[in-house]
């Protein structure tokens, strides 16, 4: 029988070891920020990330800042968060060295390939955010605006319209890890989704709806992906229990 003060104990480790994992992961992310502010620097990251706007802009315009200390801090924080996307495969391994020890053998062997497949697919939706939704947004956007008026973007108002897109197309992007979760918890059938299949469709215009701003290349850009990942989800789902299911679970 587990003492009180065993069990303190232990739950102290556990704080200890979360602690020494976060504090790896902070090193990775910083390690990481400061190799992009020494190349190709933070100036150049923003231009290379406000590439898409300048294209459906008039030739020669330039976007604007409208705060002090924008044209300085704006760049930072576009690093920062670029740092945090390249380590993200950094952090997801500290997250799993962490909850490894108390996982079975069978456990580990999902553990694995999941932390893989969602540092790549929450990438994978960022750069299909960057290079195939964003042009096709904003020279929408131009086009459908009245010649009265000059579009002059505010940088910081451009970055946080960014940031946001990325992070919802990342996120959706993860459909087929969660479809996999969902399916290895026992929460639902492979059988039960392919039921609500038209349900699901459904739901990824709603989301795509609300998540991405109102016109229908941005809507649809994230919503059929999201269908398409998710009849990935189903495919690879059954293959992933067989690869984490214990002996006796089997028999």
């Not at 502010?37 to 231009?47: A, E, R, V």
């Not at 002090?68 to 380590?87: A, E, Q």
């Not at 994230?222 to 998710?230: E, K, W």
Request: neutral net charge.
């Amino acid at each position: 029988m587990t003492t009180p003060e065993k069990g303190e104990e232990t739950f102290i480790s556990h704080l200890i070891e979360l602690r020494d994992r976060l504090v790896k992961a902070s090193i990775g992310i910083a390690i990481v920020c400061i190799a992009l502010m020494i190349w190709p620097g933070p100036s150049q990251i923003y231009d290379f990330i406000a590439r898409p706007m300048i294209a459906s802009l008039p030739v020669g315009s330039k976007m604007i800042a409208t705060g002090v200390i924008s044209p300085f801090l704006v760049p930072m924080k576009v690093t920062l968060v670029i740092s945090i996307i390249l380590s993200l495969p950094w952090v997801l391994y500290q997250l799993w060295a962490f909850v490894a020890p108390g996982l079975y053998a069978h456990e580990k062997r999902l553990i694995a390939p999941l932390v893989i497949s969602s540092s790549v697919l929450f990438m994978s939706g960022v750069a299909f955010c960057y290079f195939l939704v964003f042009g096709r947004v904003f020279q929408f956007i131009s086009e459908f605006s009245p010649q009265s008026i000059a579009v002059t973007p505010d940088i910081e108002n451009y970055l946080d319209f960014v940031m946001s897109m990325c992070l919802a197309f990342g996120a959706t992007f993860e459909v087929p890890v969660v479809v996999v979760i969902l399916v290895r918890m026992g929460l639902v059938s492979v059988a039960k989704l392919k039921e609500i299949r038209p349900y699901a469709i459904v739901g990824a215009f709603v989301v795509a709806a609300i998540v991405t701003p109102p016109d229908a290349v941005s809507m649809f850009s994230l919503a059929i992906p999201m269908c398409l990942l998710f009849e990935l989800g189903l495919l690879v789902a059954p293959m992933f229990v067989r690869m984490s299911t214990a002996p006796e679970e089997k028999a």
